[in-house]
């Protein structure tokens, strides 16, 4: 049985791109466990676009670059497999793939079963140069039975950019996560954007079919192939990671592991984070507040108060965990500190419930204690805040 929980791993694109070889994942792979991520849950690497050469064989089968990957697929999957990783591969539902190469449209058996013989977990399924006159479902349908036909268990991890709806299907299909949105680029709009886009959608996440809201860029800040625009801070990575758990969607790492910067690996080796985010019960959190922080405006327009308002700005999530216990998310996601405001009706807790909070914050490890009624803590621009919960009599 696969894909129970969010899946966990690392991808090379986000870092890496075009620029892949034998080399570079076996050092991933040695990285990965000697540096505590498998042990942490990141199971699978996975090798993205860019690895085979521009034409097929004589019988019409994909074949890795000999430039770039000397010892072939089945050597390097071995090696990775002797590490106690899982090996992840890349194709696309289209004619070619998004950097050119060939794909699986109409191929997609002899495909599978070259990925089979490989000793592939996990293949990541692409949408570029897919016909117009295609059908998406039944091209992801019919890869997802030819990995099935293949006997292996595979990870299907479909990317077809949230096209045609894809919660609505994609668990019929077959398969265990899907891309809900375009790509994410190494910047805090790109990923504010997209958890804006699927939080009403989250729903339909879940065991055995995750959405997928693209590999993490933490850590990443500006190097490699999609470091789009101003560079993160550390809040704002780790605002990122901590609304990738708390919604319960894949962590696929991108960022180059080996010069990762210790407070990033203690960041995605957070104990508390990943047990938020592989919780048995798989819930998608329930948006308590989404509305706009409040702030001081210094130069108020003549007649208004000093008080404006930034749309879309203030979250409080509240995600129901196994055993009882709850995590409760506050962000301000506007470009000044601010008080963000809870008022504990909104998680089910009138004042008349005689029922407390009892709260930890995650990432001090302060004990709070008994909250009743609400909680406003004030919390800086781009940041967040996240307790640990548990009821108690008030
Ligand atoms: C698309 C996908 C990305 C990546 C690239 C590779 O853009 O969405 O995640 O796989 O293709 O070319």
């Known amino acids: 049985m696969i894909a129970q929980r969010p899946p966990m791993g690392w991808n090379s694109w986000n870092t890496f ?109 692409d949408f570029c140069n897919f016909p117009s006159s295609g059908n998406c479902k039944a091209r992801y349908l019919t890869m997802s039975m030819a990995l099935k036909a293949t006997g292996r268990e595979i990870l299907f991890s479909a990317c077809n950019w949230g096209q ?40 339909m996440s879940g065991s055995y079919c995750f959405n997928d809201m693209d590999m993490l860029t933490v850590g990443m800040c500006g190097k490699g192939n999609v470091g789009l625009g101003k560079v993160c801070t550390y809040e704002e990575y ?37 047990r938020i985010n592989q919780d048995i019960e798989c819930r998608a959190p329930y948006v308590a507040r989404r509305d706009s922080v409040c702030v001081e405006d210094p130069n108020p327009p003549e007649g208004v108060g000093p008080w404006k308002h930034i749309p879309d700005t203030a979250f409080i999530l509240l995600r129901h965990l196994s055993d009882n216990e709850f995590a409760l998310f506050y962000a301000n996601l506007a470009d000044q500190g601010a008080e963000v405001h809870g008022e504990f009706v909104d998680l089910g807790l009138p004042a008349t419930s005689g029922i407390a909070l009892d709260m930890t914050d995650v990432f001090t490890g302060e004990h709070i204690g008994k909250v009743t009624d609400f909680y406003n803590p004030h919390i800086e621009a781009h940041d967040c805040k996240l307790y640990l919960c548990k009821l108690v009599k008030a």
């Open 17 to 125: 791109g075009w620029n892949i070889d034998d080399s570079l994942i076996r050092q991933m792979a040695d990285f990965m466990v000697d540096a505590g991520y498998l042990a942490a849950g990141y199971e699978y690497l996975v090798i993205d676009d860019c690895w085979s050469l521009k034409q097929r064989d004589a019988d019409g089968r994909l074949v890795p670059d000999p430039a770039k990957f000397p010892h072939g697929m089945k050597a390097l999957a071995d090696y990775v497999h002797s590490r106690g990783l899982k090996f992840g591969m890349y194709s696309c539902a289209g004619a070619r793939t998004c950097a050119g190469y060939p794909s699986s449209y109409d191929h997609e058996f002899v495909d599978a079963q070259t990925f089979a013989d490989w000793g592939v977990d996990f293949l990541k399924y």
């Open 164 to 203: 045609q709806e894809p919660g609505q299907w994609m668990r019929q299909i077959g398969a265990h996560m899907y891309r809900s949105t375009g790509d994410i680029m190494d910047n805090y709009k790109s990923f504010t954007d997209i958890v804006k886009s699927q939080l009403d959608k989250l729903c």
């Open 238 to 274: 780790r605002l990122q990671f901590t609304l990738w758990c708390l919604c319960g969607v894949p962590l696929m790492m991108g960022a180059d592991l080996r010069t990762l910067a210790p407070e990033y690996k203690a960041l995605m080796q957070n104990k508390t984070l990943l």
